[in-house]
């Protein structure tokens, strides 16, 4: 049973930082690329951050450039996205989400499997 499990979420004020980690189990990890998505409240789930299974390509939407960065550390499981620089707009809950390819993927419905969803709350 494949399993991601985020963490890391929280309230921040505007220009702070957060972590977001996403911890999955059940799949060999290193197959699959990951991706962030987030979803604020009224609105669709908006592609973030895309790294390729090895980390060696990375992607990101325009508005996060500069801000986010993604990670990952296949010996953990885990996929990380640090966001520095944290504006009102960013809150949502944020996903990761993982797919068996070797490609970069932005379009949330190509994702096999996805994570719960962890808050992230931006105030001014």
């Known amino acids: 049973q494949v399993q991601l499990v985020e963490s890391g979420g929280g309230l921040v004020q505007a220009g702070g930082s957060l972590r977001l980690s996403c911890t999955a189990s059940?799949?060999?990890?290193?197959?699959?690329?990951m991706g962030w998505f987030r979803q604020a409240p009224g609105s669709e789930r908006a592609f973030v951050a895309a790294?390729?299974?090895?980390?060696?390509?990375?992607y990101y939407t325009d508005s996060v450039k500069g801000r986010f960065t993604i990670s990952r550390d296949n010996a953990e499981n885990t996929v990380y996205l640090e966001m520095n620089s944290l504006k009102p707009e960013d809150t949502a809950v944020y996903y990761c989400a993982s797919r068996r390819t070797l490609r970069l993927v932005t379009i949330p419905e190509l994702y096999d499997y996805w994570g719960q969803g962890t808050q992230v709350t931006v105030s001014s």
């Open positions: 790294i390729t299974r090895n980390g060696g390509n990375k």
């Open positions: 059940g799949l060999t990890f290193s197959n699959y690329a």
